[in-house]
């Protein structure tokens, strides 16, 4: 049940796209080559095969999903008794960025405060105080606000990016079975419900179960199942994207479906002892974050020269890209690889610009040395 160093494994689809058992890459080269298959990739980064003719058999075996997971980043792992499928590391947009003491105004709940900022200006502005008040120009409500029955958007946006994995890995794997880690949240003094990222679990369920089977897994068995693995865990920073931060935990507790903790007794003796088989092996490691776009920005906040607000926001650009679309560029030679985030497109100047997973910008590139390799998917994957 430690790790094993043995080969990785790729996801089969068959001829009419039903999910297959996954086969060794040796044997998914030789298949392609014969042309029994072709090769393809997903939307979140995996590569695949699809058979060009009929399979031997539809027979599959246990591939259970693990999800571990946290308030800003989530650790996802598919696993069989034998292999490691696939791991994801996925930088959910609701929240801050971990260990910053101001706010992230490009997360989910920063965008949010600041439309509500800029919307109480703009209704302020039309407001004539020197009436009576029940004759001021007040905007009535348009729903009841009180029912309590909406998720919050920052927490509705990280469980959705989680479900986008899982629904696009559900079409190349015949998952038997999701187990998700219970997160808690109850305090003494609070009661039940406290923390942020147990407010959306209950709906991330329901929604995960109709794509395979759920099961809760107590957070306190998570520790004893990685340490029988011989898996690592970084407690020190979380926000590093390698493996030991969450994905480990999240093949942990896929493991618990092929290993128990169990009690036993004989005649002479009794206590536990560990039952079952589990294998961790080589396997994709996957970074996932979601492009930081203004889509509904109306302006910049400040005016520019002349008393001009100048335009901040959208997906379109005048050179037939778009925003989040995957491009290819060249400086002094080098092929440089990235997402589109914005443009420039004055007298003077024509450029695009180009940002990494993480959203940093990498540089401004003529738009006529720019190449479009993958239209946007909402996406940013690094394998």
């Given at each position: 049940?430690?790790?094993?160093?043995?080969?990785?494994?790729?996801?089969?689809?068959?001829?009419?796209?039903?999910?297959?058992?996954?086969?060794?890459?040796?044997?998914?080269?030789?298949?392609?080559?014969?042309?029994?298959a072709?090769?393809?990739?997903?939307?979140?980064g995996?590569f695949?095969?699809?058979l060009?003719?009929?399979?031997?058999?539809?027979?599959?075996?246990?591939?259970?999903?693990?999800?571990?997971?946290?308030?800003?980043?989530?650790?996802?792992?598919?696993?069989?008794?034998l292999?490691?499928?696939?791991?994801?590391?996925?930088?959910?947009?609701?929240?801050?960025k971990?260990k910053?003491?101001?706010k992230d105004?490009?997360?989910?709940?920063?965008?949010?405060e600041?439309?509500?900022?800029?919307?109480?200006?703009?209704?302020?502005?039309?407001?004539n105080?020197?009436?009576?008040?029940?004759l001021?120009?007040?905007?009535?409500?348009?729903?009841?606000?009180?029912?309590?029955?909406?998720?919050?958007?920052?927490i509705?946006?990280?469980?959705?990016?989680?479900?986008?994995?899982?629904?696009?890995?559900?079409?190349?794997?015949?998952?038997?079975?999701?187990r998700?880690?219970?997160?808690g949240?109850?305090?003494?003094?609070?009661?039940?419900?406290?923390?942020p990222?147990?407010?959306?679990?209950?709906w991330?369920?329901?929604?995960?179960?109709?794509?395979a089977?759920?099961?809760?897994?107590?957070?306190?068995?998570?520790?004893?199942?990685?340490?029988?693995?011989?898996?690592?865990?970084?407690?020190?920073?979380?926000?590093?994207q390698?493996?030991?931060?969450h994905?480990?935990?999240?093949?942990?507790?896929?493991?618990?479906?092929?290993?128990?903790?169990?009690?036993?007794h004989?005649?002479?003796?009794?206590?536990?002892?560990?039952?079952?088989?589990?294998?961790?092996?080589?396997?994709?490691?996957?970074?996932?974050?979601?492009?930081?776009?203004?889509?509904?920005?109306?302006?910049?906040?400040?005016?520019?020269?002349?008393?001009?607000?100048?335009?901040?926001?959208?997906?379109?650009?005048?050179?037939?890209f778009?925003?989040?679309d995957?491009?290819?560029?060249?400086?002094?030679?080098?092929?440089i690889?990235?997402?589109?985030?914005?443009?420039?497109?004055?007298?003077?100047?024509?450029?695009?610009?180009?940002?990494?997973?993480?959203?940093?910008?990498?540089?401004?590139?003529?738009?006529?040395?720019?190449?479009?390799?993958k239209?946007?998917?909402?996406?940013c994957?690094?394998?």
């Open positions: 049940m430690s790790q094993n160093n043995q080969t990785t494994r790729v996801p089969v689809l068959s001829s009419n796209g039903k999910p297959l058992m996954p086969t060794t890459p040796a044997r998914a080269r030789k298949w392609i080559k014969l042309g029994k072709e090769g393809l990739r997903n939307k979140v995996l695949y095969i699809q060009l003719r009929e399979p031997s058999g539809y027979n599959t075996q246990e591939i259970v999903c693990g999800t571990d997971r946290g308030k800003a980043f989530t650790g996802i792992a598919f696993q069989t008794k292999a490691t499928i696939a791991l994801f590391h996925a930088c959910i947009p609701g929240f801050y971990s910053k003491t101001t105004r490009q997360s989910v709940t920063g965008k949010m600041k439309r509500h900022e800029l919307r109480r200006t703009r209704r302020g502005q039309r407001i105080r020197k009436v009576a008040f029940k001021r120009n007040h905007r009535e409500k348009r729903f009841s606000n009180r029912r309590q029955e909406k998720l919050p958007p920052s509705k946006a990280n469980r959705e990016m989680e479900l986008r994995i899982l629904s696009e890995m559900s079409k190349i794997i015949p998952i038997s079975e999701i998700d880690e219970s997160c949240g109850n305090s003494k003094g609070h009661g039940f419900g406290i923390s990222v147990t407010v959306g679990q209950e991330f369920r329901v929604e995960a179960s109709k794509l089977p759920l099961k809760e897994i107590d957070s306190l068995d998570t520790g004893k199942y990685r340490t029988q693995l011989g898996l690592v865990k970084d407690k020190k920073d979380k926000s590093k390698t493996p030991e931060t994905a480990n935990d999240a093949i942990a507790l896929a493991s618990t479906a092929f290993v128990q903790y169990k009690a036993f004989t005649p002479k003796n009794h206590g536990h002892h560990w039952v079952g088989e589990c294998v961790v092996t080589l396997s994709p490691f996957i970074v996932i974050t979601r492009p930081k776009l203004f889509r509904r920005k109306l302006h910049q906040e400040n005016y520019s020269k002349g008393g001009i607000l100048k335009r901040q926001g959208g997906t379109i650009t005048p050179f037939g778009r925003s989040g995957y491009v290819q560029a060249f400086r002094n030679k080098e092929a690889r990235g997402w589109v985030g914005g443009f420039t497109n004055s007298g003077k100047t024509k450029n695009i610009s180009i940002y990494d997973h993480n959203w940093s910008r990498i540089g401004q590139f003529n738009p006529n040395n720019v190449k479009l390799i239209r946007s998917t909402r996406l994957v690094v394998a």
